[in-house]
């Protein structure tokens, strides 16, 4: 469990893995069989990655006047590993030294020497709250960083913002696909001992409260049912395809959203599927292949250069471009590690271009729907903005049916939904329509 959860820690860093890849990269490396050792592992790799920002800076403390940027990467992991279970976790300390002489064991004296005083003085640090900034305090407390933190706090305040980044262990939804289950398909699932809940407003949306295992079962692999968080529905039931449509789905892959719009359209019209990595579009169609969609077809193309787009009239446009992930952070805490003020400014860029130019393929009177699982306002009302002051021919009608706060700047008809609020992933929809 150890070496898993180390090795992991280190390809998360090499690579910039989450932590599911990284640790499915690990297990077949290492070839570990026993679950139980994965599913431990697991919990340590995410609740240590959920708190990098704190338990770098205490290590750094430790280590005074050398630092972890000095290290190399194995010893990096370790340490981190084994201050979150100091600092953070439940377990007692002797249970943190069991690390210790796992490593010690082995790496070789030399290898490990550079490291051989620091467990000793980890416990002894602290984060010295009443000596930095309310950003900071809040960054450290929290685990967020700092600079998303001031950013949060300047849109939202101070109280919101704390809701924002606070942790919140949500549940996972699960979608009926009508185009392959039928009225046996649930009853099949409850007689297995799986509980879940139906949504208000979303149909064939339900909550799961007791799935462990669900996704191993024949139903699930035949493509009767699809993870798919409550947000992500709800997009689709805003953008209301109809049968015989004409779709444009933009960033489409890996097709979640896709299959969504095949099964309230049963499977008749056309949806144009437009993804620019072509190894994610052969996720797409393993995807649509197992769900049973038979009227979308895949499109390898970059949405940010118009004369790549396929050149329709579409009763439907749908945009899902690529985004910060500031929404999901609660679930792939990885990613809060690697974004920057930058980040969030060249993703908006980006989908102000995309965003433009997936209009452009709009018919009159058609609908247009934007979605992100971003939270930051530039990412998001800001982007819509640009549209309706580029094209006047465009309106902002209601996201309905409305389960998210109303959007900001003025965007009162775009919803947006928030883990600790809406038991969801973070996100924020807009619909438009071109009128004619």
């Not at 792939?332 to 997936?358: D, H």
Request: proline share 6%; net charge negative.
């Amino acid at each position: 469990m150890w070496t898993l959860a180390v090795e992991s820690l280190s390809w998360i860093e090499l690579e910039r893995l989450n932590e599911d890849a990284a640790i499915r990269k690990t297990v077949r490396q290492l070839r570990i069989n026993d679950k139980t050792v994965v599913d431990e592992a697991k919990i340590l790799v995410y609740e240590t990655m959920r708190r990098l920002n704190a338990i770098d800076f205490l290590v750094d403390a430790a280590l005074e006047p050398n630092n972890l940027g000095n290290l190399q990467i194995g010893l990096r992991s370790f340490l981190r590993l084994y201050t979150y279970l100091v600092h953070y976790s439940d377990e007692p300390l002797a249970y943190a030294y069991e690390l210790v002489d796992h490593i010690r064991a082995i790496l070789r004296k030399r290898e490990y020497k550079p490291a051989q005083d620091i467990p000793d003085l980890i416990p002894l640090m602290s984060i010295p709250f009443n000596e930095i900034s309310d950003t900071q305090r809040l960054a450290y407390k929290y685990f967020h960083p700092s600079w998303y933190v001031a950013e949060l706090f300047n849109e939202f305040g101070e109280q919101q913002t704390r809701s924002m980044i606070e942790y919140v262990d949500y549940p996972s939804y699960l979608r009926v696909n009508t185009l392959k289950a039928d009225s046996d398909s649930l009853d099949a699932l409850y007689e297995k001992g799986f509980q879940m809940v139906q949504e208000p407003k979303l149909p064939d949306a339900y909550r799961l409260l007791d799935y462990e295992g669900i996704t191993d079962t024949p139903e699930y692999r035949e493509g009767q049912f699809i993870i798919q968080d409550k947000a992500s529905i709800l997009a689709g039931i805003v953008a209301d395809p109809k049968p015989d449509d004409i779709i444009l789905d933009v960033c489409a892959a890996p097709g979640v959203k896709t299959s969504h719009y095949a099964q309230m359209m049963e499977n008749t019209g056309r949806i144009l599927s437009i993804d620019y990595n072509r190894r994610r579009l052969q996720n797409w169609e393993n995807l649509m292949e197992r769900l049973g969609v038979t009227n979308a077809k895949p499109v390898q193309a970059d949405a940010s250069k118009p004369e790549t787009l396929p050149k329709v009239d579409a009763d439907l446009v749908v945009v899902d471009p690529p985004c910060s992930g500031t929404g999901l952070f609660h679930k792939t805490p990885s990613s809060k590690w690697r974004l920057t003020p930058n980040s969030i400014e060249n993703m908006a860029e980006l989908q102000k271009r995309i965003l433009w130019n997936a209009s452009r393929r709009l018919r009159d009177g058609g609908t247009l729907v934007y979605s992100t699982c971003s939270v930051t306002v530039e990412e998001n009302e800001e982007v819509v903005q640009s549209l309706l002051a580029r094209n006047p021919e465009y309106s902002l009608v209601e996201a309905s049916p409305r389960i998210g706060d109303r959007g900001r700047r003025g965007l009162d008809e775009a919803q947006r939904l928030y883990p600790y609020k809406h038991a969801s992933n973070g996100f924020f929809i807009a619909k438009l329509v071109k009128n004619k």
